[in-house]
């Protein structure tokens, strides 16, 4: 209270959060562990409620998102991720080494309409994925110009089932001795190139 006036005011500090009560400080702090911790943990070591600590996650992640900038990249990487019982698709910059969007699902709709949403498609050349045929469709019919390359990861494991395939039916075909001889064939196979 004013002693010349007798009216009240606040007084406002630059280091403290006037709308929950707490420092700047632990605020920017708070929000950066709700990126890597759970909320519980946060709330216990700081004696907040979980109820804060989630008010305070959801303000920074909406600041975030109306800062998150959409581009195309160069190169672009789609795959998936297993996540809560759900499987996402999750798309990279693969140039950058920057994972930048994480789509609620993987069917091609999802992905077609994520890709039209970009600015500068046409900057996309390549896009590497595995062999999921949503993908490659929703590619097809959003970027036409663009490569497609599917990552060595599932070329490889498709010639090796086949190769184990066929193992296994010249296995049954042939007389004990000459299977020791497809053993180690497979071994050789599958050592390092330059072992």
Avoid: W
Avoid at 72 to 82: F, K, N
Avoid at 168 to 187: D, R, Y
């Amino acid at each position: 209270m004013c002693k010349d006036c007798g009216s009240i005011f606040v007084d406002r500090f630059n280091t403290l959060d006037l709308c929950s009560k707490m420092t700047n400080r632990l605020r920017c702090k708070i929000q950066q562990l709700s990126l890597t911790k759970p909320f519980k943990h946060i709330a216990r070591e700081y004696k907040l409620s979980v109820t804060t600590i989630e008010k305070i996650a959801l303000a920074y992640i909406r600041e975030k998102d109306s800062q998150h900038i959409m581009y195309s990249p160069e190169v672009l990487g789609i795959d998936e991720a297993h996540l809560n019982g759900s499987i996402r698709c999750v798309l990279t910059d693969i140039n950058e080494h920057l994972l930048f969007e994480m789509l609620p699902k993987r069917d091609k709709q999802t992905v077609i309409n994520y890709l039209d949403s970009l600015p500068d498609s046409n900057n996309i050349k390549i896009v590497t994925m595995d062999m999921y045929r949503p993908y490659r469709e929703a590619v097809y019919e959003c970027l036409p110009d663009a490569a497609i390359v599917i990552d060595k990861f599932h070329v490889v494991k498709l010639i090796n089932d086949v190769l184990s395939d066929y193992k296994k039916t010249l296995c049954k075909q042939l007389p004990a001795a000459e299977k020791k001889e497809i053993n180690s064939v497979q071994k050789a196979l599958n050592t390092n190139r330059k072992d």
